[in-house]
């Protein structure tokens, strides 16, 4: 197992039967996608497979292999980061999937060195399947264990600091300030945080699929023992921010967050949102707060608040030789053009 994500997080909430089951509550009927067998074993929620095609070179079909719960271009549902899989299940994972017809299998958001990567590279090469690394990523996450708020506020950066803690002086002078977790009213939640990202990004957060995606996943994973908080800053009863944590065996998830654009000069919302947040988690018990994967509109504020770090890669098995050929080519011709970039 993994420093950055120990024993005592697994699965974790994306290897959790309840974030499978919510994904397929919402994603198996998509017509883009074909089912090969639907999620059904209790003890190991990467049963389920389904595939997509892409044409490439014009006249050639290539079957992607993926597992139910996963994003991909022909089912973009929610990323889901962490493909924890206990070392026991890899060799079992890999020789179902060699049940079916496919040319490539996609892993996503394996952490690199884990044992489970390391599982997957060896039953690769046992079963003659080529194990290549499609894409890379950091996530990021705040030690919580053997630490405290205070200890943790000092070793930031002081604008960084300034940021997060500093200036709650300045939001407070600003009106009535409350933050309020609005769990369980999960769709007045994401009515507000749909708004703000309406108002940063040009559309909503959650919609569609998706909407009925992370509904049920929230809804079904605090039956097993999750907590969400739907944590929302009002100013004069006018909601300012928003931030969607999920707290599940000694993990703290941030998945999602918000805010009003234009708020108060001087004053990043956002980030003294995670100030509350991370304050409350410090006394929470958990292990780490889980940033996870992914960067800032403006800057890598992830980076700046973390404490730790660890790599993700998405692996792809690549069973057809041809298709091998291609990514040997393709890797080569890659790393030629960085050695002819200045």
């Given at each position: 197992m993994s420093d950055f994500f120990p024993a005592t997080n697994y699965p974790g909430i994306f290897a959790s039967h309840e974030w499978v089951d919510a994904w397929q509550d919402a994603w198996s009927d998509c017509v883009d996608i074909i089912a090969l067998q639907r999620h059904a074993d209790p003890e190991n929620c990467r049963d389920?497979?389904?595939?997509?095609?892409?044409?490439?070179?014009?006249c050639i079909k290539l079957i992607t292999l993926f597992s139910a719960g996963i994003s991909t271009p022909a089912s973009p549902s929610l990323?889901?980061?962490?493909f924890n899989q206990d070392k026991k299940h890899v060799g079992a994972l890999i020789r179902s999937a060699l049940r079916f017809d496919w040319d490539q299998f996609y892993i996503p958001d394996v952490i690199l060195g884990?044992?489970?990567y390391h599982e997957f590279c060896k039953i690769a090469h046992e079963e003659n399947v080529k194990l290549i690394i499609r894409d890379q990523s950091i996530s990021y996450a705040?030690?919580?264990?053997?630490?405290?708020?205070?200890?943790?506020?000092?070793?930031?950066?002081?604008?960084?600091?300034?940021?997060?803690?500093?200036?709650?002086?300045?939001?407070f002078l600003l009106g009535d300030i409350r933050i309020e977790n609005l769990w369980p009213n999960v769709d007045a939640f994401i009515d507000v945080l749909n708004q703000f990202h309406l108002q940063r990004w040009g559309r909503p957060c959650y919609s569609g699929r998706n909407r009925v995606q992370i509904t049920r996943f929230l809804n079904q994973i605090a039956l097993a023992g999750g907590r969400p908080d739907l944590s929302i800053i009002y100013c004069n009863d006018d909601a300012i921010s928003?931030?969607?944590?999920?707290?599940?065996?000694?993990?703290?998830?941030?998945?999602?967050?918000?805010?009003?654009?234009?708020?108060?000069?001087g004053i990043s919302l956002g980030t003294l949102h995670f100030g509350f947040q991370l304050e409350k988690a410090f006394s929470s018990g958990a292990d780490y707060y889980d940033f996870m994967a992914?960067?800032?509109?403006?800057?890598?504020?992830?980076?700046?608040?973390?404490?730790h770090s660890t790599t993700l890669v998405s692996l792809m098995l690549v069973r057809s030789r041809w298709l091998q050929v291609l990514y040997l080519a393709n890797n080569l011709l890659n790393r030629i053009k960085s050695l002819q970039k200045p």
């Open positions: 389920g497979f389904y595939t997509y095609q892409l044409k490439k070179l014009a990323r889901s980061e962490y884990s044992d489970e705040v030690q919580l264990k053997h630490n405290t708020f205070v200890d943790y506020l000092k070793g930031l950066g002081s604008n960084t600091r300034l940021k997060l803690f500093n200036k709650r002086k300045k939001l928003a931030v969607l944590d999920l707290s599940y065996l000694g993990r703290i998830y941030n998945i999602q967050s918000g805010y009003r654009e234009k708020f108060q000069d992914g960067n800032g509109k403006n800057s890598d504020y992830k980076k700046s608040l973390a404490t």
